[in-house]
């Protein structure tokens, strides 16, 4: 079975300055290549922006072009700005290679009601007609607008990152609002969901058990739709990338042996158009589920 890490970063502040990093304590400090192989083995990996530069998504490509073990990309673009595209565009035919899968731009963190600008709608369409995917990662209160804008743009993939999980204030609302406002969002069939970045909001006092969240994506979602991403090295914070990946196997115990390999890869390679090259069978994650079983 290929495994893919729907979601790491990768990042080097001694060259790019990126202004959240520098109250992020141990995060403060180069994550490579090297680092992500120390912490996971060989799983190959789909990296998502972290910065908002030109600069790091060339770097970003450039990292993917000479390993195989990245099988993708998601850059960077500011999709109000009327030449988001053209830049896109620029980024591809530099890279000469289809490591660039898809776009993240925080139009749904914090700023939801960007979602429904016309600027913002005509890219997110551009995106649609080039097969790239539009990530979200949604903010407080955000869910509603992601959902219009999906349902009116059916010829764009949409990927939820951390499956939405700072959308709703869970711990003062419960999982229960969490729930019913993603329902509509998962009931669209050019939806899908990263189970990613859940450390947070199940690590802290009065925090979700993230078994308790995997129900419902499962139920909204369903496994054919949903993705595995650690959130590496982010969720170093609160796991390493073994108890992260642990956890992860088994609360997928329950699905059939396809249903399980939709969320460890088969979701990824169809939501991002990935062609990755085959993990040996001492990845970590493949390792981890061979023991849960």
């Known amino acids: 079975m290929t495994v893919i890490d729907a979601h790491v970063h990768l990042w080097d502040p001694g060259l790019h300055d990126h202004a959240w990093l520098r109250s992020a304590g141990d995060l403060h400090r180069p994550f490579l290549l090297d680092d992500l192989t120390a912490a996971a083995g060989s799983v190959t990996a789909v990296v998502v922006q972290a910065g908002r530069t030109v600069d790091e998504a060339r770097w970003l490509l450039g990292l993917a072009a000479r390993s195989a073990r990245l099988a993708g990309v998601v850059v960077h673009a500011d999709l109000a700005d009327p030449a988001a595209v053209d830049t896109i565009d620029a980024l591809r035919a530099e890279d000469g290679s289809s490591a660039l899968v898809g776009v993240r731009d925080p139009v749904g963190a914090g700023e939801g009601t960007r979602l429904g600008l016309p600027q913002v709608r005509r890219s997110l369409a551009a995106l649609g007609e080039r097969g790239l995917t539009m990530d979200l990662l949604l903010g407080h209160g955000t869910l509603r607008e992601a959902q219009a804008a999906a349902g009116d743009l059916p010829q764009v993939r949409f990927v939820v990152d951390h499956a939405a999980i700072s959308a709703v204030d869970v711990r003062r609302e419960g999982l229960g609002a969490w729930a019913a406002q993603l329902a509509p969002l998962g009931r669209l069939p050019n939806v899908v969901c990263k189970l990613s970045g859940l450390g947070r909001a199940t690590a802290e006092p009065g925090g979700v058990r993230p078994d308790a969240v995997v129900r419902v994506l499962l139920d909204v979602f369903g496994p054919r739709r949903l993705m595995f991403g650690s959130d590496w090295p982010?969720?170093?914070?609160?796991?390493?990338?073994?108890?992260?990946?642990?956890?992860?196997?088994?609360?997928?115990?329950?699905?059939?042996?396809?249903?399980?390999?939709?969320?460890?890869?088969?979701?990824?390679?169809?939501?991002?158009?990935?062609?990755p090259a085959d993990t040996s069978a001492g990845d970590r994650m493949t390792m981890i589920r061979q023991r849960e079983h």
């Open 234 to 275: 982010v969720s170093t914070q609160w796991s390493p990338y073994e108890d992260v990946a642990g956890a992860t196997a088994r609360m997928l115990n329950g699905l059939s042996p396809d249903e399980a390999a939709a969320v460890l890869g088969g979701t990824a390679v169809r939501a991002y158009g990935l062609e």
